[in-house]
């Protein structure tokens, strides 16, 4: 099946610093989603993006699915963006197996 | 976007009862659900495959008589865990996608399952 990876695992950072997260897949794939967990466990649609660039206010994600990565950034970083980053893909039916990443949990200090 | 209801969000239950867990998709009609469950710090870990109208198709290692799924319509999944014990508990979260639609998935709430 496809590997998912994400790094780095853990990143603490200053409020007001920027980062980049990283999403490496083993396979040719047709989805791939962003999600924030918040702390209630709630999984938070951030970008669905298969291939190319979006934008989402200080967010942004570019995906290569010809070299297989993708990478999620977050500018200006604020508290409230504290919790756990999920990168999850499949190969593009209905009934295509969602495959999650083992997360990044981000942790932004006052 | 999409909505994905989850019920209910937390339940404790005794050993050796049964919980039920809902999953409904409100305005978009899913011909296939999942079913993950996660532990503390850990990833989602896909359980089973529900499918409106068949069986189930679970993963390796998941218990199909512990964890009985039933898919009864197009907006509607239900995970039972059958004879609860400590050990079942955990966070099971649900997820569905439009019916014959190539596009994002969508994920329930989730149930944080304590078993007493």
């Known amino acids: 099946g496809i590997q998912v990876e994400q790094s780095p695992p853990d990143l603490i950072l200053q409020e007001g610093a920027n980062s980049t997260l990283r999403c490496n897949f083993s396979?040719?794939?047709?989805?791939l989603q962003w999600f924030h967990q918040n702390p209630w466990g709630q999984l938070i649609n951030l970008f669905y993006i298969p291939s190319g660039t979006k934008q989402n206010g200080r967010l942004s994600a570019t995906t290569v699915a010809t070299e297989r990565y993708s990478l999620l950034y977050i500018s200006s970083s604020q508290t409230t963006d504290s919790g756990v980053y999920f990168c999850a893909v499949d190969r593009g039916s209905s009934a295509s197996k969602i495959i999650f990443g083992s997360g990044t949990r981000l942790s932004i200090r006052p | 976007g999409a909505v994905v209801s989850q019920h209910p969000s937390r339940v404790i239950c005794k050993s050796g009862t049964s919980v039920k867990i809902e999953c409904r998709s409100l305005?978009?009609?899913?011909?296939?659900m999942f079913w993950y469950r996660q532990f503390p710090k850990k990833s989602l870990m896909l359980m089973a495959t529900?499918?409106?109208?068949?069986?189930?198709?679970?993963e390796q290692g998941v218990e199909k008589d512990k964890f009985l799924i039933n898919h009864a319509s197009l907006t509607l999944s239900t995970l039972t865990v059958t004879s609860a014990h400590p050990e079942d508990s955990s966070f099971y979260i649900c997820?569905?996608?439009?019916?014959?639609?190539?596009?994002?998935?969508?994920f329930g709430q989730g149930t944080r399952l304590t078993v007493v």
């Open positions: 997820s569905a996608r439009f019916q014959n639609r190539v596009s994002e998935a969508f």
């Open positions: 305005d978009f009609q899913a011909t296939t």
């Open positions: 396979d040719s794939v047709n989805n």
């Open positions: 529900s499918n409106e109208g068949s069986k189930a198709t679970y």
